[in-house]
């Protein structure tokens, strides 16, 4: 079988695994305090342009984004997301179980205008009532969205200057952050991105780590105490060096830019393929993650050798399919589903 059903089915990048086996015997200190993580801090603070940006290593996303949301948030307030919001849709309640209600805006999109973030705001303190409510704290974006789609730098300045305005931090979850940097008509640098928020994440797990995300607090106090709460969290790995590591083989040499951006051509290819044979795209989307309607036979067919993620999209006998490449997805592979594609959607016609 042939997986395209997520970004993180393969191991890690062959530079990963190196740096890893070259300083296996080598003896450090514990809990991220090893001189690796901190070249890898170093190294991070330079790619961003923040020199004293705070940042921290964890295992994985949602813990990440409960750790961070927790973190930010007081016990009466929520964090405001997209309705397709990873935080939302796909972690299990991880925010909630924190006692934090995540505040959803419908989106057509998967992105969040500052429009509506300052129309729910208003309306909450315009309720005469509004102290017996969950109160907006936070705001949660994903770079790209959980439907693949990329903000551009003029929503990102509009959305970051209204939380400037109404002195709501603002989250960007960047665990395929690699894939939306390197996307076609992507016109946001990293620089960029950690000017307009106040803490973001850098994921390796879906881009050649074999596990790890980045937490980069850009300014401000936001970050004080923030250990504390990794250790609370379950989140303070004893040999954080793996964490470190795998950070500076990836971002040393520029790996973890290089093999996003092939991810992405190879979607692109597909994508094409896809509007070839006559299938309708969910949205536009230029990232690793493609969303399509298929009809069930073809999905069907495609099945026996391939694994997609699925999921009801409304319409009769048809399927939201979504197909994901990955930095190491192989050309073969994807040349293999393209013409599996176009003869099994001739056999329908």
């Known amino acids: 079988m042939l997986h395209f059903e997520c970004d993180y089915t393969e191991g ?10 070259s300083t296996n015997m080598e003896q450090t200190c514990g809990y991220a305090n090893d001189r690796y993580c901190e070249d ?33 948030l007081r016990p009466h307030q929520g964090v405001v997301a997209a309705t397709t919001g990873h935080i939302a849709v796909h972690e299990t309640g991880a925010v ?4 934090h209600k995540v505040l959803t805006v419908h989106s057509a999109d998967g992105k969040l205008k500052a429009s509506d973030v300052k129309e729910l705001v208003m309306a909450h303190y315009a309720d005469a009532d509004h102290e017996h409510c969950v109160q907006p704290g936070m705001v949660y974006v994903s770079f790209p969205t959980e439907t693949g789609t990329l903000y551009s730098k003029k929503e990102l300045e509009q959305l970051s200057g209204i939380c400037c305005e109404l002195g709501l931090p ?3 979850d960047g665990a395929r952050l690699g894939y939306g940097l390197m996307a076609d008509g992507n016109d946001l ?10 803490v973001f994440t850098i994921g390796g797990t879906k881009c050649g780590a074999l596990f790890g995300e980045a937490v980069v ?6 970050g004080r105490d923030f250990r504390y709460l990794i250790k609370q969290n379950g989140g303070m790995l004893a040999k954080g060096r793996l964490l470190g590591l795998q ?4 971002l040393s040499d520029g790996i973890y830019f290089e093999i996003s951006k092939r991810a992405d051509r190879l979607a692109m290819k597909v994508r094409t393929a896809l509007e070839a044979a006559g299938l309708e795209l969910c949205s536009p989307c230029t990232t690793n993650q493609q969303f399509v309607y298929m009809p069930v036979p073809v999905l069907e067919k ?15 006998g048809w399927r939201l399919v979504r197909i994901c490449t990955s930095w190491a997805t192989t050309d073969d592979a994807v040349d293999a589903l393209i013409t599996d594609i176009s003869a099994c959607m001739e056999e329908k016609i």
């Open 12 to 21: 890690a990048h062959p530079a990963v695994i190196e740096k890893i086996c």
């Open 217 to 222: 607090f850009t300014g401000n106090a936001l």
């Open 40 to 72: 890898a801090r170093s190294l991070i603070r330079q790619l961003v342009g923040i020199p004293d940006a705070d940042v921290h290593f964890l295992v994985g996303g949602t813990q990440s984004n409960r750790t961070v949301i927790s973190a930010l």
């Open 189 to 198: 640098t990293l620089p960029e991105i950690a000017r307009m928020c106040d």
């Open 302 to 316: 495609l099945e026996e050798k391939y694994v997609f993620s699925v999921a009801p999209c409304g319409r009769e």
């Open 170 to 172: 603002l989250f960007i």
């Open 96 to 99: 909630e179980a924190s006692g």
């Open 247 to 250: 950070f500076l083989a990836l």
